[in-house]
Every structure is written in C-alpha cells, then in structure tokens.
C-alpha cells in the first residue's frame, strides 16, 4: 500500500508563488519517479514536472524558467516550487509516483491564481 499526501495548494495572485509538497509512505521500492501533474477544467491531465531517481528533471513547456521541482529521497518527498505564478496555471494539483509499471497518484490540492 502507497499513500501519497499533498500540501501546499492555494489562492495567489497573479505573479505571486506557492510551494507543493508530497510525501509517499508505505511500500516503497526502486522508485523512477516522482513528479506534479495537473487538471484544469474541461481539459486533460498534463504533466507539469518530474524528477527521476538518478535526479534527471523535465518540465512541461508552459512552466519552464518558473516551477522548479525537487525531492528529499531520504524522505520520500517531493516539491514543486511555483513562481511568477499565471492564472492558467489554475488547476488540481497531482503528485504521482512512479514505481515499475505502477503509477500511484495523490488526493489533488487545488491551486487557483487571481489575476
């Protein structure tokens, strides 16, 4: 059993920043990945930012230059630092893990930007 826990979602306005994190428990092993994805309405699941295990990073077009992800190994954590924040960046939130063939996924925090 994996459980992922989020935290760090909110409202911000425009230009402004949030940091997400996620922390998995549970069964652990030989982890790929871990990394945000992210839901807006009436659109599709979009990967957002992910971190390998050797450390190798990749970041959706749209975010790159203002979100920066990164982990605690030792804590099995991830983060997702948000900066210069837009309001299509407004959406649900996912932390994913990645572990095999196997994809775990977070509860979603919601992150809304005014303009």
């Known amino acids: 059993q994996v459980q992922l826990v989020e935290s760090g979602g909110g409202l911000v306005q425009a230009g402004g920043s949030l940091r997400l994190s996620c922390a998995a428990s549970?069964?652990?092993?030989?982890?790929?990945?871990m990394g945000w994805y992210r839901q807006a309405p009436g659109k599709q699941r979009e990967l957002v930012a992910r971190?390998?295990?050797?450390?190798?990073?990749n970041y959706a077009d749209s975010v790159k230059g203002r979100f920066t992800v990164s982990r605690d190994s030792a804590k099995n954590t991830v983060y997702l630092q948000m900066l210069s924040l837009k309001p299509e960046d407004t959406a649900v939130y996912y932390c994913n893990l990645n572990i095999g063939a196997l994809n775990y996924w977070g509860q979603g925090t919601q992150v809304t930007v005014s303009s």
């Open positions: 971190i390998t295990y050797g450390g190798s990073t």
């Open positions: 549970g069964s652990i092993f030989r982890i790929n990945a």
